[in-house]
């Protein structure tokens, strides 16, 4: 066999095989070999954010952190739907984490610079109420981006209702 037939003949058995897997992923149908026992996304709290995790076994997929945010819409490509809304639980996360992580650093700032030069000026206090005032508002916005992700996760999931 010659090196170009091997390589048609490797070309062609791709072909055939990855048909299947792009036509599912085109429909937004679920292999159906998975069940929602085995690959169901499900939620799991952990110390840096809200973790996404697949079936009983709850295996880590991804984080969508608190601190540092990324994007994990990825993680629901087979569901326009549910990546949609992914994306959206990510941007209101990163508006969350701008405004709890600045918010954490101006009220330490402010509580430093009066501890270390033992008084409460204005700056201090005005530094410690900005930064509790944005930890404040941030709080909302951490709990508006979890419900959006769980929004997400139970769209991905409802292609495993009979």
């Known amino acids: 066999m010659t090196h170009f037939t ?10 055939v095989h990855a048909t299947p897997a792009i036509a599912q992923r085109a429909t937004g149908r679920a292999d159906p070999n998975c069940t929602y026992q085995t690959c169901a996304l499900g939620l799991a709290p952990v110390w840096n954010g809200l973790e996404v995790t697949r079936g009983d076994s709850q295996t880590h997929v991804a984080t969508l952190g608190f601190f540092i945010p990324e994007d994990i819409s990825h993680v629901f490509a087979e569901d326009a ?3 949609d809304v992914a994306r959206d639980a990510f941007r209101i996360r990163q508006v969350a984490a701008a405004l709890t992580d600045a ?6 700032t402010g509580l430093a610079r009066a501890l270390f030069r033992r008084d409460w000026d204005g700056l201090s206090t005005g530094l410690t109420l900005a930064g509790g005032a944005s930890l404040a508002g941030g709080i909302p916005a951490q709990f ?3 419900g959006a992700l769980s929004r997400a996760v139970w769209l991905f999931n409802r292609r495993f209702a009979r």
């Not at 918010?103 to 330490?108: I, P």
């Open 6 to 15: 091997r390589l048609s003949a490797l070309a062609v058995l791709f072909a």
């Open 81 to 83: 739907e549910a990546r």
């Open 103 to 108: 918010g954490a650093v101006l009220a330490v």
């Open 144 to 146: 508006a981006a979890d």
